[in-house]
């Protein structure tokens, strides 16, 4: 007959969880719960078998795989494998942990692959748009190293960092797109209901209109007469340009306009610089050849231009020359990156110097960004600020005038 049992253990990630199991005794929930973590109590529980369905944890799946999920991964794989527990058992313990349902399916399939011969990064292939190239090979050279818990950790390194330089840039971009977006909508409501109001005003007066009124009038009218084409327009605009930039012309432009725009182009070649140092970083102290690495930031990036700038990059270091000399062909790179690189390969220590090189490119972003959003938000407040001042004062003229007729 089974039993319920309460129970209480710490988990892999060293916290505590409470729940209820039910078994045919309690040999046999100590060993169920063993395979989650270290069991801290287990007893008898007195509550009737209906009430614990109501009592324990549910599971809610989410239908996407966050950066959240991926760091928790390898920060678990990681725990696990350094406490010598079996492969197999590990994946077993995160398919009963993870919440995200693409996650969850991927696991289930990479156990039955190891169960019939095939490496845990052979079996992650079939998931590229969850565990990329990047994870692959690292996992692959953990394998053959036997430093599998080393390259998760790494891995964890790797995503927290990626994940803490999106968070800065949504955070940077969020209130700047705030401005932006109420910046538009008043000036739209301004133009196409509350001018109209005055200029049917102003022709009952029949009053001659100051030039500066003449002007925001007719604009207003182009403006809500021809809404609808300029909506059309603006919708023609962006999928023209999603079907430019599908072209192999079109994605060049585009990918080399990303490094010389305005304001972001600086900031721009920083993250790519910040990406570049990260991944090598963590390749080359994985111990994963330099060839590789370079191929696996060549499948990495989308960006084209950067794209071919690598394979000529890897055509150099394949020819025999240094990688200081080789990444001369990355031409946005600044002479420090360089004079460091070539200090690392000197002294043997290429994998720590990308590291320092990774850190004072997140620090310069980091700066970058913050002082991008205190130009932008001043700028955007002066120009809103600007142009409903001018349409204010087109009202305002004509009104002052009537109070001057008015007077006489």
């Not at 169960?115 to 990064?121: F, Y």
């Not at 007066?205 to 009218?221: G, N, Y």
């Not at 090598?280 to 102290?285: I, T």
């Amino acid at each position: 007959m089974a039993t319920t049992f309460k129970y209480k253990l710490i988990n892999n990630d060293g916290l505590a969880n409470i729940g209820f199991v039910t078994a045919t005794d309690q040999e046999e929930a100590l060993r169920t719960l063993q395979k989650e973590g270290v069991v801290v109590y287990i007893k008898e529980s007195k509550l009737r078998d209906g009430l614990v369905p109501l009592l324990a944890p549910k599971r809610r799946y989410r239908n996407s795989v966050t950066y959240s999920d991926l760091k928790t991964l390898c920060n678990q794989f990681s725990v696990l494998l350094k406490a010598n527990i079996p492969l197999l058992r590990a994946v077993d313990v995160l398919i009963n942990q993870v919440t995200s349902r693409p996650l969850h399916k991927a696991l289930l399939g990479i156990r039955l692959d190891i169960e019939a011969g095939a490496s845990l990064s052979n079996a992650m292939t079939k998931y590229p748009n969850i565990f990329p190239v990047l994870w692959v090979n690292l996992i692959r050279v953990g394998e053959r190293s036997g430093r599998l818990p080393f390259t998760f950790s790494k891995l964890y390194e790797y995503l927290d960092s990626t994940d803490n330089i999106r968070k800065q840039v949504i955070n940077a971009s969020i209130y700047p797109a705030i401005v932006l977006v109420v910046a538009i909508m008043a000036i739209t409501i301004i133009l196409i209901w509350f001018v109209p109001i005055f200029t049917r005003l102003f022709e009952q007066f029949h009053v001659e209109l100051p030039l500066l009124t003449q002007i925001v009038i007719k604009t207003s009218d182009a403006f809500k007469k021809n809404f609808p084409l300029i909506t059309l327009g603006i919708t023609a605009l962006f999928f023209g340009l999603k079907f430019y930039q599908k072209t192999p012309f079109g994605k060049w432009n585009i990918d080399l306009l990303k490094f010389i725009f305005p304001l972001t182009g600086n900031i721009y070649k920083e993250m790519i610089i910040e990406k570049i140092s990260l991944i090598l970083s963590v390749l080359l102290e994985s111990g994963v050849s330099l060839l590789l690495a370079f191929d696996t930031l060549i499948e990495y990036f989308d960006n084209i231009v950067v794209v071919s700038m690598l394979k000529e990059v890897r055509e150099e270091i394949k020819l025999g020359n240094t990688t200081s000399q080789a990444m001369k062909r990355l031409v946005f790179l600044p002479p420090m990156v360089y004079q460091m690189i070539s200090v690392g390969e000197e002294s043997g220590t290429l994998g720590p110097m990308f590291v320092e090189i990774n850190q004072f490119f997140k620090e310069s972003i980091e700066t970058s960004l913050k002082r991008m959003a205190s130009l932008f938000e001043p700028l955007m407040i002066i120009v809103t600020g600007g142009i409903v001042g001018i349409i204010v004062s087109s009202i305002w003229l004509p009104i002052f005038q009537l109070t001057q007729i008015g007077g006489r």
